[in-house]
């Protein structure tokens, strides 16, 4: 299985990169916020899908490294690259705050808390207009020189690339596990020994430290930021591209994040018709699928003959069980 | 500015009882259904809506708007409750309280763009319902206020009737208390569960359909007032109806006064939104059970 | 080895454990018993830090254990399975043994392989290692306690307790995991056990506490225990 992943993934950047070939001008344009996107929901599914913590403040954390790096590079000597990065860990260390903050909450608690927390950094963003310009639009040095799109699309789909990698190696560790075993059961966990403040609030830094990366980068590549990047709205539409694509696993948010981001733009001409239509799916999704659609459809394809063996190889030993008695 | 202050002070009462009756509708949800109804502040934006049109369109006299006006919210979260939350009482969803924050908040992005997209982006106004003021000592306000003050103390204290005194609202206290028990003894949970969501929808759309009158009306109003009925019912404890009426007027208050008294007015009013969500963050960190309330029951 | 003194909880008004006292000795079988709502649940809760006491400490080697996380308690060796087993449901039987293989550095290291081969032994031992690939919400009420059972050892802690591990179970199961306990005391492990069946728990032990409405009533032998006067109006009488 591991071997099909490898052969998935390679493939899959192969394609990527091959993809300015194609796709020019606007579309490339959609297919790097289609990046920026997966690469939020991808973080936030192992924040909320493998430790089961709701967060509200991911796009919240994307602002905080959008705005610190837009405004050290704007008020300070400090390059660009190291202000991304900067930016990035100013993220994490907000997430690692926020996590510590959350660690008693439970449930619908943490949502509202992350929620309040998101919507109190819009508001004073707003508000403190003098440092950042408010709604009226900070702008923001961009990340290369030039109009070609080029350069972004090929950082976003490495940044994209890089954090699925090191996401994957992380959720396919022991680390992974303890994660799920958190969400599944975090009073028997912590039962067995899994340190759970230590691995809840590694969540929450590594998905934070991606958010901020990613808008970081979008703060640089779009070069006008403003507070409305952060409503809550705009979260839910990373929620529902996790939850659609499958709110348990990485692909399944990546497949949600491209294939929400791609039909949003196809169906533009219908104006706020496809955001009605997106949060119908969402509810339908949710209301028959709780597991999502892309994720489950795919265990369902091709995990089906994998789990008609096991069940033949079990129904097999039982008989023999059964039959020489105890 | 005394009298600046006193005007304001009334006007966080009469905002503040207006958060009261909504999180009263909210705290009723979450007695009976143990949710969190994240699609509270659109079901009252839905309200506004509904009294929008029933009196612009259809010339209705604004009083009995209201009433109309919460039946049909009332009627919608009956079918919400029906077709979306009712699984999770049946045993069929595995994760509840993720289901329960994940489809309510998904309502609440729906409702958002429906109104979005049927109603418009811009703000509209329903009829008042009179016109006038009143001056009381030194203060004069509008009449319409004082109505729709008088009008959500009258819906609050018929909600305390109904639950403390009548036999349905037994019913609802009954299976707040203990679902499996009230089966028992014959009340029905699931029609409890439609009539708590139903009145519990019905109160934050009439308090939509007031404040309609005295503001305005537009299909992102229920985002903020949504989240400040959490802040609500956690401060004065989730569960409790008589920690809700304090902690509403509290604040409707707090925001009214401290919007002018602290910091500089511009900056002041941008933050007054913000007040709520401080309190909220606060009770969180330092006793999540609120003032009043039970321990928050998760439902597995 | 284990030290309980002078134990308080309250539940809001509720007193659920009032100056609870008793030491357990090292490879004791000790038996917790008494009627509804006495405690023992509780009990064990403090023991293992899913719950904190109100008042007074809980030692054990010595060194205080009251008030730490149950990942702290787990570390030191006291592990402990559930009356309602709490199993990883959507997690398969191997990574239910793996998380405990893997939450605590053991003294003796191990690799992935070394974990999977102890793994699959323990598995044996509770007769359940057919099923290790199946996800565990799917086995039945039964094989979900060995599957609890198996975790404990793969933790391989000093002290196991157990609350309730024969109830809901039919009893070709329960003369099993009888047997399974019995092995692990003979390995030298100490038991903390619950339950309310009298007739095993009679069996098992040789010696019981008994509680009663959040108080220790008797703590002696099954003879003891069962002529004892408190006891039985405590467990007929209310």
Not at chain 2, 68 to 89: D, N, R, W
């Amino acid at each position: 299985m591991r071997y099909k992943t490898i052969l998935f993934l390679a493939s899959s950047v192969v394609i990527g990169g091959l993809i300015p070939l194609f796709v020019h001008g606007y579309w490339l344009h959609v297919t790097i916020i289609a990046c920026y996107y997966a690469i939020l929901a991808s973080s936030w599914t192992l924040l909320a899908g493998y430790t089961g913590q709701f967060s509200f403040a991911h796009l919240a954390l994307a602002g905080i490294g959008a705005y610190t790096s837009a405004l050290l590079v704007l008020n300070t000597s400090i390059p660009l690259y190291l202000s991304i990065l900067i930016g990035a860990l100013t993220a994490a260390l907000i997430g690692c705050l926020i996590g510590g903050l959350v660690l008693r909450l439970r449930g619908p608690y943490v949502a509202l808390f992350t929620i309040a927390f998101s919507e109190i950094f819009r508001i004073a963003l707003g508000a403190e207009y003098k440092f950042t310009r408010g709604n009226l639009g900070l702008e923001v040095p961009p990340l290369f020189e030039g109009t070609s799109k080029l350069p972004y699309y090929y950082t976003i789909l490495g940044i994209l690339v890089i954090s699925l990698l090191i996401m994957w190696i992380i959720l396919n560790s022991r680390y992974g596990l303890f994660f799920r075993a958190i969400r599944e059961n975090e009073e028997a966990a912590s039962v067995m020994g899994v340190n759970v403040v230590r691995y809840k609030m590694m969540a929450f830094v590594i998905s934070s430290f991606f958010a901020g990366l990613a808008g970081a980068f979008y703060g640089h590549y779009v070069g006008m930021l403003t507070p409305n990047i952060m409503l809550i709205p705009q979260m839910g539409l990373i929620i529902a591209m996790s939850v659609i694509g499958g709110i348990e696993s990485l692909a399944g948010a990546v497949t949600g994040a491209i294939t929400v981001q791609f039909l949003s733009e196809y169906l533009r001409e219908y104006g706020q018709l496809r955001l009605v239509l997106f949060a119908l799916v969402l509810v339908v999704v949710l209301r028959f699928s709780q597991n999502g659609l892309v994720y489950p459809l795919y265990q369902w394809l091709f995990e089906r003959k994998i789990r008609a063996e096991l069940t033949k190889e079990r129904v097999k030993v039982e008989g023999i069980r059964n039959a020489g008695g105890k | 500015m005394a009298e600046y202050l006193a005007l304001q002070a009334l006007n966080g009462l009469v905002i503040g009882l207006l958060y009261v009756l909504m999180a009263t509708g909210l705290s009723l949800i979450f007695s009976v259904l143990k949710i969190v109804n994240f699609a509270h502040g659109e079901l009252y934006m839905l309200g506004g809506f509904a009294s929008y049109y029933l009196t612009r369109l259809l010339g209705i006299n604004p009083f009995l708007a209201v009433s109309l006006s919460m039946l049909i919210v009332f009627l919608l979260g009956v079918i919400i409750e029906f077709l979306l939350l009712h699984p999770i009482y049946t045993g069929a969803i595995e994760r509840k309280d993720e289901y329960a924050i994940l489809m309510t908040f998904a309502l609440s992005i729906f409702l958002q763009n429906l109104a979005l997209m049927i109603f418009g982006p811009w703000t509209k106004n329903p009829s008042p319902f009179t016109s006038g003021t009143t001056t009381i000592g030194f203060l004069t306000t509008s009449n319409n206020r004082l109505i729709v003050a008088a009008l959500a103390i009258v819906l609050i204290l018929a909600l305390l009737v109904t639950i403390n005194k009548t036999f349905v609202g037994k019913g609802l206290r009954a299976v707040s208390q203990d679902r499996d028990a009230a089966s028992i003894v014959g009340i029905n949970p699931h029609r409890m569960n439609l009539l708590a969501f139903g009145v519990g929808a019905a109160l934050a759309g009439g308090a939509g359909a007031l404040i309609g009158p005295i503001f305005f009306v537009e299909p992102t109003m229920g985002t903020l007032p949504g989240i400040k009925c959490f802040v609500i019912i956690i401060l004065g404890g989730m569960g409790s109806i008589k920690g809700s009426i304090i902690a509403g007027i509290i604040l409707g208050e707090v925001e009214s006064l401290g919007s002018v008294l602290l910091l500089d007015p511009t900056r002041g009013l941008a933050y007054k939104n913000a007040f709520g969500l401080l309190i909220l963050i606060i009770i969180l960190l330092i006793k999540p059970t609120g003032l009043f309330g039970e321990k928050y029951v998760r439902m597995e | 080895m284990l030290e309980v003194s002078n134990l308080t909880k309250h539940f809001g008004g509720i007193k659920a454990i009032d100056n609870l006292s008793f030491k357990v000795e090292e490879n004791e079988l000790l038996g917790i018993i008494g009627p509804n709502g006495s405690g023992k649940t509780t009990t064990i809760n403090l023991i293992s830090g899913v719950l904190k006491p109100t008042t007074g400490k809980i030692t054990f080697r010595g060194k205080r254990i009251d008030g730490l996380p149950s990942y702290e308690i787990a570390k030191r060796g006291i592990g402990r399975t559930f009356q309602v087993t709490q199993v990883f449901r959507r997690m398969s039987v191997m990574e239910n043994m793996m998380v405990p293989a893997l939450s605590i550095p053991k003294s003796d290291g191990g690799s992935q392989t070394d974990h999977t081969k102890r793994a699959l032994e323990i598995l044996e031992f509770v007769k359940t290692d057919h099923l290790k690939e199946e996800y565990a919400r799917n086995l039945s009420g039964g094989q979900q306690k060995l599957l609890e059972l198996g975790r404990i050892l793969m933790l391989d802690p000093d002290v196991i307790m157990l609350d309730e591990p024969f109830a809901g179970v039919h009893p070709e199961l329960k003369m099993e995991i009888h047997s399974y306990i019995r092995k692990m005391h003979k390995e030298g492990r100490t038991f903390i056990i619950i339950s309310h069946d009298l007739q095993s728990i009679f069996n098992l032990s040789k010696r019981l506490i008994v509680l009663s409405e959040g108080r220790k009533i008797c703590d002696g032998s099954p003879e003891e225990v069962k002529n004892d006067t408190r006891v039985v109006e405590a467990y007929l009488g209310e």
